[in-house]
């Protein structure tokens, strides 16, 4: 787009024409039922996959790349599938041919991305199939993408395959090459495969779907758990999407994709970087242990995206700042998206709890409470013995009724993350119908 239609992209974030791509593309998202939270998420998304590998970061002995894991976490209905495909429609306008397939099983998986990464390379008709994939692990310039985009994350990977999530968790790190002779035909080879994932779940689906993962693993700690509550919105009728929004982010995401070479830092940009590194409280959840490890990767994989969002392999200070203020405020909720999962003998049930009390309009008594979950309890002592846990935990909080001191009644307390240094934040760089609400913080 020309510089006169850039300037028709009206400004939405505090700080005027920073970043473009991300007004424009709230903009013609426009009014839905979906949590801006989730389209901030898919917009950061589809540029981590289109990128690839074309922009790194040098890490000691290895690279960071922008690809990433996420998972919009909510309630069914939270219209998080709608959020996945507004974003990956756009890649689909560019010709972007590295949608994985909607369903599969994991060996046929990974032989659809064998095969998808040589598709574009010739194989000449006297040459043997063996000898030419010998040649082409010799290769290191192939690179092999692909991008999970699916509505339903249990859908695609099933549930409970440890083997398959394993695997899913080691692509992460961008490993050299991925082989693996188990499939039932031909043994599988993939050079350099660089993966990205942009999928819905529920808490309850996590619970259900991950019971052979031991919480907090290695799985876990590659994900990002985007949670929200619904929005509450209702649209009839959705309005048609303006072309103008369209045809700018299209040429955009064409310019980005020209990008190509490693990510310059500044002294200062340095210093901030290890500030934001060493100063983080890091979340007080012990299911996201591990997450806290791998933080400073995530965080550079952000600052990739959003320098590259702005056509530039330099990023600024502002860039650290934002993308240091996304992950805060995403973690704030990434507790809830859990729920209870990981924690105790009764954790489906406590999350249940957990879920009927974040959607109910008003404080539960104990007897509310266990008329909506008690038909998975042995008796009623059961769930006292819950609540008192999620009272221990401060996951829940206990107040006076209006009957008096003889009604007790039960609300959330969605506390999940420990004070930052304030120059380290910027709540005024995220729009505000994404910034997430808390309770209170733990010092």
């Not at 590998?53 to 922008?66: A, E, L, M, N, Q």
Request: hydrophobic share 35%.
């Amino acid at each position: 787009m020309n510089q006169s239609n850039n300037n028709a992209v009206s400004t939405l974030s505090s700080k005027e024409g920073a970043y473009t791509f991300f007004d424009a593309y709230m903009q013609y998202v426009g009014i839905t039922e979906s949590p801006a939270l989730y389209h901030r998420w898919t917009a950061l998304s589809i540029i981590g996959a289109l990128i690839a590998r074309k922009i790194y970061f040098p890490f000691g002995h290895s690279f960071i790349y922008p690809n990433q894991y996420v998972l919009l976490t909510g309630t069914p209905g939270a219209r998080k599938g709608t959020a996945i495909k507004i974003g990956t429609n756009l890649l689909q306008e560019i010709d972007y041919p590295h949608l994985a397939p909607n369903r599969a099983a994991k060996e046929a998986f990974w032989v659809w991305m064998a095969k998808h990464g040589i598709q574009d390379l010739s194989v000449n008709d006297d040459q043997d199939m063996d000898s030419w994939v010998f040649n082409l692990q010799s290769e290191q310039d192939t690179i092999t993408e692909a991008y999970i985009a699916q509505d339903e994350f249990l859908d695609f990977i099933g549930s409970n395959d440890k083997d398959f999530v394993t695997n899913l968790a080691n692509l992460w790190d961008n490993l050299p090459k991925y082989d693996n002779p188990k499939t039932r035909d031909d043994d599988v080879y993939i050079p350099n495969p660089t993966l990205s994932i942009l999928s819905g779940i529920t808490p309850t689906g996590i619970a259900e779907g991950f019971k052979v993962l031991a919480v907090g693993g290695g799985f876990f700690s590659r994900i990002i758990f985007v949670y929200t509550d619904p929005t509450g919105v209702k649209i009839t009728y959705p309005t048609k999407p303006c072309e103008q929004f369209k045809s700018y982010l299209t040429q955009h995401l064409l310019n980005i994709k020209e990008l190509e070479g490693e990510l310059i830092l500044t002294n200062e940009v340095r210093d901030l970087i290890d500030q934001i590194y060493k100063k983080a409280p890091g979340m007080p959840d012990r299911r996201f242990q591990y997450y806290n490890e791998r933080r400073l990767t995530h965080l550079i994989k952000l600052i990739l995206i959003l320098s590259a969002s702005r056509l530039t392999l330099e990023p600024s200070i502002q860039d650290v700042i934002l993308a240091n203020t996304i992950l805060y405020n995403t973690e704030i909720n990434m507790s809830k998206a859990l729920g209870e999962y990981g924690k105790s003998r009764y954790s489906e049930v406590s999350n249940s709890v957990l879920v009927l009390l974040n959607n109910s309009p008003k404080p539960l008594s104990v007897r509310e409470i266990y008329k909506e979950v008690g038909r998975d309890l042995n008796k009623f002592n059961d769930i006292l013995d819950i609540i008192g846990s999620l009272l221990q935990q401060e996951r829940i909080q206990r107040i006076t009724g209006t009957k008096g001191a003889k009604e007790v009644l039960y609300l959330p307390n969605n506390i999940a993350i420990s004070k930052w240094q304030d120059d380290l934040i910027d709540m005024n760089l995220l729009y505000k119908n994404e910034q997430s609400i808390w309770t209170g913080e733990i010092e």
